[in-house]
């Protein structure tokens, strides 16, 4: 059996979360615990950190399933987390080592910084030999030692700072940004009310990352970070861009300064250097904000649930089948999948970082961060910068922005982006209002960099959109239109139904030559069912959207016995239906890629029975809602109030167009800045080249990448539309393994990538 070990005993598995305290952490323990359970292993919760594996006892506590229940939707770590300074010598390694010893353990989870799991490596390099002392000084006999000579180890990033390198983000850095963008949209509009300047101080002592994708996010003006600090003379360089921004219209200003910005010698810049600075260079006093502790606390966002417990999932799955020859790893997410890299390659990378930064290399420093990094510092330059000049040149190409198909937040960040970004090529930028429909009617208006300036951070969409796809007998129309308006290409920001008008008008060119001009689709779609791209521009903030509801749920129905079936947006691509449940702790999910009949409704209904004879007070149920034809939500919900028993009630609802509403989550206003910048730079090229090719730009496994529109049907089932394939189902495995206590699940190992 995989959690024996072989003295024929089960395996005994450690996990704890060290330093500092991230959202998302109890997701993990969540995860680490149920799947070792499920493995026929025993896990431990080391309290307290490694300050609880020093003192041992009833600080190593063993954990059932009901242990970590309830805890996804909460802050910070359940377990405890505390910086140690005994375990950094050699006899708090011994006192360490002997307790883990004395309760059977040789397996291990570390959750935390660099720092932690530098020390959790350390610990395991010096296993053996801290095994041989305790032998030899009588603390643990030869029999207590047998059989754990070895000390497998793996280790999941927790740290908001998104501070280690080869992996996308660290558990709790999503959240983090969640709670800075609340700040800096709230803050904006009492700046913008009193014309006023704010300097906000955020966290990121060694690292840049949360400043530098916040003043994107937002639309900060300045923005300082360690990795890249300002060359001499700042201070006036500073107080020039501020008054270029209100000059250009803006009300407010914002700066950004990470806790541990530096000049180009070294030299701190601290928040309050930056108000005096500013004071100095214009004679008035900025306001000084600095947001602290809170960007650590609060609910987790849905992304710091699902990952960390698809982390979670693979890090016990790991653990448990190292053998004698296996080399400690962490387990983290790279291109929204899980992926494993040894521990202490990660920490030597990231510790380069700092290096670079005390050497004064910033270029290396930039570098060492990694491709999207240094990308984004030219991204938020871009963004952040008037045009010097209003003046275009007579023969600049005017590109032309619409939406089609449904809603999705975060669609006025790509059309803010992609104004500001190809105003900086050089390009006319026009808007086109009410999608096509609005293009045959001139509904056509010059857009300037000022004209989008609160564009990005407003849910809906400024410039409207429309589902139908022109019919046939309108691309005269059209056609017209786009000769009319001297529209040299078009970037079209939208869901399956931009995809589609904009193939079907392509195969026209022979009719109409107007059509002959490159067209560029940009994924935004809270369905996420888009050719080319693995995540459309709003799935992130439906998701979120789905939770908050979700959790509102789940309290309303925990105070009585009561299973909730709950449709979740997304037709026949269940991404959302599957990620809320993850996210939301459902125990059963019915997506329209896995088809399910009677039987199984039965099967399930039985498990609910069994479940709620033990004790269960809550059922949460997510459904797809396209999924199972005639087996929709209210048949799902029939069936189990029928068969019930009066065991529980049942209750159903649709989560409904509060998935499309709100404002663009932070992942969504990034991701949708960087789509846009693929597709402008490729517009640059095709005009370059005096080509005039179709294009899908999207979010794929190895970064941005554009493909031949015309190839769409490859890539997609027209029947349900939506990819052929898709990244995220392999997921679907985990919802049985971690929110449903029946034990004949079978574990089975996630698909990883070595980095």
């Known amino acids: 059996m995989m959690g024996q070990s072989a003295q024929g005993q089960p395996k005994r598995l450690g996990v704890l979360t060290s330093g500092g305290d991230a959202q998302g952490m109890n997701a993990a323990v969540r995860a680490v615990v149920r799947t070792a359970l499920k493995m026929g292993a025993q896990p431990y919760a080391i309290l307290e ?4 594996a020093v003192t041992g006892g009833e600080m190593i506590k063993p954990m059932g399933w009901s242990d970590v229940s309830s805890v996804l939707n909460k802050g910070g770590t359940v377990i405890g987390t505390a910086r140690c300074k005994e375990f950094r010598e050699r006899s708090g ?16 989870i570390s959750i935390g910084g660099d720092g932690s799991l530098a020390g959790t490596n350390e610990f395991q390099e010096e296993w053996p030999s801290l095994l041989e002392e305790l032998v030899q000084a009588g603390e643990l006999t030869p029999e207590q030692v047998a059989g754990h000579e070895k000390l497998r180890v793996a280790g999941l990033v927790g740290s908001i700072d998104n501070d280690l390198v ?8 999503d959240s983090a940004l969640q709670r800075i963008l609340v700040a800096l949209d709230e803050l904006s509009s009492t700046a913008a009310s009193h014309r006023r300047t704010f300097v906000v101080e955020v966290m990121g002592r060694h690292c840049g990352y949360l ?3 916040s003043a994107v996010a937002r639309g900060c003006d300045y923005v300082f970070i360690p990795e890249a600090p300002p060359e001499e003379g700042w201070q006036k360089t500073l107080a ?23 000049d180009h010698e070294g030299n701190p810049i601290t928040a309050n250097d930056v108000c005096d600075a500013l004071e100095q260079e214009t004679g008035q006093r900025p306001h000084l904000t600095i947001l602290g502790h809170v960007q650590r606390g609060g609910t987790p966002s849905a992304y710091d649930r699902w990952m960390p417990t698809a982390l979670g999932y693979a890090a016990a799955y790991e653990v448990l089948h190292q053998d004698q020859n296996s080399q400690p790893v962490i387990i983290g997410a790279r291109n929204n999948r899980v992926a494993r890299l040894p521990l202490m390659k990660a920490v030597g990378d990231t510790r380069a970082v700092a290096k670079f930064t005390k050497a004064k290399e910033y270029d290396k ?24 000049e209003d003046q275009l040149p007579a023969d600049a190409r005017r590109v032309a922005i619409m939406h089609v198909g449904g809603l999705a937040p975060g669609m006025n960040s790509a059309a803010r982006a992609a104004v500001r970004q190809g105003i900086d090529c050089g390009f006319e930028m026009l808007g086109i209002y009410g999608s096509f429909d609005g293009l045959m009617s001139g509904k056509v208006k010059h857009l300037a960099w000022e004209d989008v300036e609160g564009w990005g951070f407003d849910g809906g969409a400024e410039l409207g959109t429309l589902r139908p796809i022109p019919k046939v007998e309108e691309y005269y129309a059209i056609g017209r239109a786009l000769e009319e308006h001297r529209i040299d290409a078009l970037v079209v920001i939208g869901g399956y139904n931009a995809y589609l008008s904009i193939n079907q008008m392509r195969q026209e060119t022979s009719r109409y030559p107007a059509f002959n001009i490159p067209m560029i689709c940009v994924p935004a779609s809270i369905d996420n069912n888009l050719p080319g791209s693995e995540l459309s521009i709003g799935a992130d903030s439906a998701l979120n959207n789905a939770v908050w509801a979700l959790d509102r749920i789940r309290e309303s129905a925990a105070a009585s016995r009561r299973c909730f079936v709950a449709d979740a947006m997304g037709r026949h691509c269940g991404y959302l239906s599957l990620m809320s449940g993850i996210a939301a702790g459902a125990e059963l999910v019915y997506l329209d890629e896995f088809p399910y009949n009677l039987q199984n409704l039965a099967n399930d209904v039985k498990m609910m029975r069994d479940s709620f004879r033990e004790g269960r007070r809550l059922c949460l149920v997510l459904h797809n809602e396209e999924a199972g034809g005639r087996y929709d939500r209210e048949f799902i919900a029939s069936v189990f109030a029928q068969e019930s028993e009066g065991l529980f009630d049942v209750r159903h609802s649709a989560l409904g167009h509060l998935q499309q509403g709100g404002e663009p989550s932070p992942f969504d206003r990034i991701l949708a800045t960087r789509l846009v910048r693929v597709a402008i730079q490729e517009l640059s090229k095709q005009f370059a080249q005096n080509r005039s090719e179709p294009l899908g730009v999207g979010l794929a496994a190895n970064g941005i990448e554009t493909f031949p529109l015309l190839q769409m049907q490859e890539k997609v089932d027209p029947q349900v539309r939506r990819p052929v394939n898709q990244w995220w189902l392999p997921l679907a495995d985990i919802i049985s393994v971690v929110s449903r206590d029946e034990w004949d699940i079978e574990v089975r190992e996630l698909p990883i990538t070595d980095l």
């Open 240 to 262: 020039d861009k501020l008054a270029a921004g209100r000059k250009a219209g803006r009300r407010e200003s914002i700066v950004l300064v990470a806790e541990g910005a530096i």
């Open 365 to 388: 420093a930039v570098q060492a961060r990694g491709r999207s990094f240094s990308e984004m510092l030219a991204i938020n330059e871009v963004m952040s910068t008037p045009p010097q």
């Open 166 to 173: 080869g992996f996308d983000m660290t558990i709790g850095t």
């Open 211 to 213: 400043p530098l994708m």
């Open 49 to 52: 950190g490694w300050q609880g």
């Open 93 to 108: 390694l011994r006192k360490a080592a002997k307790n883990l010893v004395l309760k059977g353990i040789d397996r291990l």
